[in-house]
């Protein structure tokens, strides 16, 4: 993403977009974690956080978290971020509180969701979406952060004029590759490169024709039957990520984000 992007402010009069966010998976791969996945924290905040702030500093400040798996604990941290996250003076006896630093998720407006438990990600979008008031709406995962330009992937849904877009992005491999010759020999080593094929790095919109293809039980998986079914239907659109795109899927990877955090944070947005 260009440094003007950085520095643009927040463009006037665009769509007012909502953002559901899938927070309720168990982050299996994670370890024995203490709290959920999405709070798994990226430098001195939730990784959460960090998806939700690179929306709203582009103006995206209507969030819809589906919750399922430890949803308790994303809504406890959110009633009490307030206090945990700013400077105070308590008046001790009737309860005044006057905060002296500002809020800076001023302007968000947040609804919990709770999709159940054991809820499957396109069971928890079709559930997430009876709060969305428009016809279109983003959908994201709570655990990947990029520096892409929202307005650009909205314009460019709107260009295909198609039910869904996902935000297709290049990879790391998860292992290092070993180059041979043909004699058998090998003449070196790549630590986990980029791959060439381009996976769904989240950051999709949807319309509302597109639920119809959500319908069915809580097992139903997004990236599975309901995608494959829009692109049989071509009505599947993917958008060109060619900007810093990662997942934090391993504790390694955690680790590997709050580094970049100290050094600057590519998807730094605000």
């Known amino acids: 993403m260009s440094d003007a992007l950085k520095t643009a402010p927040v463009r006037a009069g665009g769509e007012n977009v909502p953002v559901i966010i899938l927070c309720g998976g168990k982050g299996t791969r994670m370890g024995d974690l203490t709290v959920p996945k999405p709070l798994v924290e990226i430098g001195d905040r939730p990784v959460l956080w960090h998806v939700m702030k690179i929306y709203a500093a582009q103006g995206f400040k209507e969030f819809i978290l589906a919750l399922g798996y430890g949803g ?9 971020y307030d206090w945990r996250s700013r400077d105070f ?61 929202l307005h650009a992937l909205l314009a460019h ?58 319908a069915g039980d809580d097992t139903l998986v997004l990236e599975q039957e309901p995608l494959r079914e829009l692109a049989s239907a071509e009505q599947l659109g993917v958008y060109h990520h060619q900007g810093f795109w990662r997942a934090m899927d391993t504790f390694k990877e955690a680790q590997e984000l709050s580094a970049l955090w100290e050094q600057g944070a590519p998807w730094k947005l605000w």
Do not use: C
Not at 72 to 80: H, M, N, S, T
Not at 104 to 127: C, L
Not at 158 to 182: H, Y
């Open 72 to 80: 308790d604990a994303i809504k406890r941290y959110f009633l009490e």
């Open 157 to 214: 849904h709107r260009r295909q004029g198609l039910l869904a877009t996902i935000t297709g992005v290049k990879a790391f491999s998860r292992f290092g590759l070993m180059e041979t010759d043909e004699r058998g020999s090998v003449t070196g080593f790549q630590e986990k490169p980029l791959v060439d094929e381009m996976i769904n790095g989240g950051f999709m919109v949807f319309e509302r024709g597109a639920l119809s293809y959500l």
């Open 89 to 149: 003076v308590l008046e001790l006896g009737n309860g005044g509180v006057e905060y002296l630093s500002p809020n800076d998720i001023a302007g968000w407006h947040v609804t919990f969701a709770d999709t159940g438990s054991e809820t499957m990600t396109g069971a928890r979008v079709r559930k997430a979406a009876s709060y969305v008031q428009g016809d279109r709406f983003f959908v994201t995962y709570a655990d990947g952060v990029a520096d892409i330009d």
